[in-house]
């Protein structure tokens, strides 16, 4: 069952990034797109079963970007 908690993309702006984890404590066995915006959590989400699945239902038109070596260890990556 696909599970999301998101508000509508509409507002979607250049200081949101949406952080990439791989099975986090509270979706262990699930890939989890947390949304930031100006570097504070909104509490808005998105869960995928794989992270194939998880980038499909991210919106549309975002960049990647490479986790880095000092993000925590289950993050994957980022999408701005």
Partial sequence: ME????R???DDDDMSIWVVYEAPPDFPEQYVARRCRSYV???E?????TL???RAKL???LIR???SVH????VRESWI
């Avoid at 599970?3 to 998101?6: E, H, L, T």
């Avoid at 989400?45 to 079963?49: A, K």
């Avoid at 993000?71 to 289950?74: Q, T, V, Y």
Wanted: no cysteine; aromatic share 4%; proline share 11%.
């Fill in 52 to 54: 194939v699945d998880l």
């Fill in 41 to 43: 959590a909104t509490g």
């Fill in 45 to 49: 989400y998105i869960v995928g079963d």
């Fill in 8 to 10: 509508r993309h509409d």
């Fill in 3 to 6: 599970q999301k908690n998101s």
């Fill in 65 to 67: 970007l490479e986790r």
């Fill in 71 to 74: 993000d925590d260890p289950m």
């Fill in 59 to 61: 919106p549309p038109g």
